[in-house]
């Protein structure tokens, strides 16, 4: 594989199918929430971080991690206290955060918005071996919590008020969702880019749930695309050329279309099964017995 | 055993207030629940009595007053595997794909440490969705269920944990009539075992014979507490269905991203 002859190459390939795994982890738990768009938001707030790196000269990755962490921290206590305002509140966080980032980086010296391009749409070349290093700290975490708190962020995600009368610490479980989203967005940073991060998070989940009938195999499937559509997109980006991020996206994209076509016929025979299943509670109108007719 | 000995009450919330906005909502109630008891908690939209049983498990705080749960202060308890909670749901799906078992699973938590579930837990999940007459399905998804059923699984997880405290808020509430007998028959025997059950309802309907005692609140104060009242007049010919429209102010707006 002439692919995996250039350092360049295997580190991409590597942070690729890193961000193949986390980014559907964490997003599964927002989809669940229905905060699909979490995501997204917290990729801008990241840009920040990448500008604040390139003006004080240290790594864009964990500067980017340390500001989206923040960011997501504040989104989450928005969402316990903002109530009524708390969607213009997101708003100007998300907008302040991307024109912070785009401020920040023409301020740093020797600094333009052609660096930035790279963090915004993902780049392959310029994954460095400090990058990788980074990558695959914060991705052990993310899988680390993902996997490991499985249940309670099941619990939390699926239905907060029942979970607090578990006695789980809901609040906590929140900040640590919040707080993984945001790692997670700086490992495919590199890769994907800033802007097409939650489209990594939200498609895969999005097709894998065209098949699966649990959470435990939505989860399996979900990581399982995402995995595929990374390795696919950052060979393809190679050896064609195109830029990795819209490339892993609109393959995600077809999968997803591809699963939900497939998934038609599965899915009628499903509703047929449940409906022969149902048929204890009859699901249509059965005639009363009358009395005979008497004479 | 007496009933309603206050020393044995299981709940206990005095002078509560509560505010929701800078609404009052509750002005100042008492409640008791007593230890083996079946209490209703009843009024009509917007009289507090969902925001009462809120206001014991947490999830609204209280402006004055105190609450106790087996006698102890509500900030200071932390023995929740001995409640079962079934709120206000017209579904048990989240945005992702489940079954019957993960949803019900997630109510063994309060039992299982660290969120490991060993067999005695898995088998305690069993036990819950065969009480609720599901045991054939456990392995369906959620999506795949009618109304009726859906609170049978909000019913089974809150079992899940074989709390000896159920607290329900409207567990009838667009239930089917197959799916209203399996939940008062299921209710039934968590009674008959020495549960004490706390129960906002919208009236009293089929589980009526269940009831032991009856609280009814208006506009967030108390105006009757003691035998359930008797239905009159139009409301009391068999197979009246109370059906009316829901105010609108009863739900904030929801944008989706803040919830």
């Given amino acids: ?295 | 055993m007496t009933k309603t000995d206050p020393g044995e009450a299981v709940i206990s919330l005095r002078k509560v207030t509560a505010e929701l906005g800078s609404r009052p909502v509750l002005r100042g109630i008492d409640l008791q629940v007593g230890r083996g008891e079946v209490v209703a908690l009843l009024g009509a939209n917007g009289s507090g009595k969902s925001t009462a049983v809120r206001t014991v498990i947490g999830q609204v705080p209280v402006s004055g007053g105190e609450i106790e749960i087996f006698g102890a202060p509500r900030r200071r308890f932390r023995d929740w595997a001995r409640v079962g909670y079934v709120p206000q749901r017209t579904t048990a799906a989240g945005g992702v794909p489940a079954t019957i078992s993960e949803v019900v699973a997630s109510g063994r938590l309060s039992r299982a440490r660290f969120g490991i579930l060993g067999r005695a837990d898995r088998a305690a999940v069993a036990r819950a969705i065969d009480l609720v007459g599901l045991a054939d399905r456990a392995k369906d998804s959620v999506n795949a269920l009618s109304g009726g059923q859906h609170q049978r699984v909000l019913i089974a997880r809150a079992l899940a944990s074989e709390p000896e405290l159920l607290i329900m808020d409207e567990p009838m509430a667009g239930v089917d009539l197959a799916s209203q007998e399996v939940l008062a028959a299921t209710l039934r025997e968590q009674v008959a075992k020495g549960a004490s059950v706390l129960l906002v309802l919208h009236e009293l309907g089929p589980l009526e014979p269940l009831i032991d005692r009856a609280v009814v609140l208006r506009d967030g104060c108390v105006t009757h507490d003691g035998p359930p009242p008797r239905a009159v007049g139009q409301h009391a010919l068999p197979g009246h269905d109370h059906v009316h429209p829901h105010t609108a102010d009863a739900e904030p707006v929801r944008t989706g991203l803040l919830t």
């Avoid at chain 1, 918005?113 to 780049?123: D, E, P, T, V």
């Avoid at chain 1, 999968?255 to 299943?277: H, S």
Wanted: aromatic share 6%; charged share 10%; proline share 4%.
């Fill in chain 1, 1 to 295: 594989m002439e692919i995996l002859e250039y350092a360049f190459m295997q580190r991409a390939l590597l942070a690729a199918v890193l961000v193949g795994i986390t980014a559907p982890a964490v997003g599964i738990y927002l989809v669940q929430r229905r905060q699909a768009l979490m995501g997204d938001g917290i990729g801008h707030v990241a840009m920040t971080g990448v500008g604040l790196g390139f003006l004080l000269s240290t790594s864009p990755v964990w500067m980017a991690t340390a500001v989206a962490i923040v960011g997501a921290v504040i989104m989450e206590l928005i969402r316990w206290y903002g109530k009524t305002r708390g969607d213009i509140a997101l708003a100007m966080l998300f907008y302040g955060g991307m024109a912070g980032g785009v401020m920040f980086i023409n301020l740093a010296p020797g600094g333009s918005n052609a660096n930035l391009q790279s963090y915004l749409f993902g780049s392959l070349s310029t994954v460095s071996e400090e990058d990788v290093t980074a990558i695959c700290l914060l991705a052990a975490f993310v899988v680390l919590v993902t996997v490991g708190l499985r249940r309670q962020l099941f619990a939390v995600s699926q239905d907060e008020e029942f979970a607090r009368v578990t006695g789980l610490p809901v609040r906590a479980l929140n900040l640590l969702t919040a707080v993984t989203a945001a790692v997670t967005v700086t490992v495919a940073m590199r890769v994907v880019g800033l802007l097409l991060v939650s489209a990594l998070m939200v498609v895969p989940v999005a097709a894998a749930q065209q098949l699966t009938r649990s959470f435990a195999a939505t989860f399996a499937v979900s990581v399982a695309i995402g995995v595929a559509v990374t390795i696919g997109g950052t060979a393809t980006s190679y050896y064609q050329d195109v830029p990795p991020g819209a490339t892993i996206v609109l393959l995600t994209i077809g999968v997803f279309i591809a699963l939900t076509v497939l998934a038609t016929p599965l899915a009628r025979r499903r509703a047929r099964a449940a409906a022969a299943a149902a048929a204890s509670d009859p699901a249509e109108c059965a005639v009363p017995a009358q009395p005979a007719a008497k004479g």
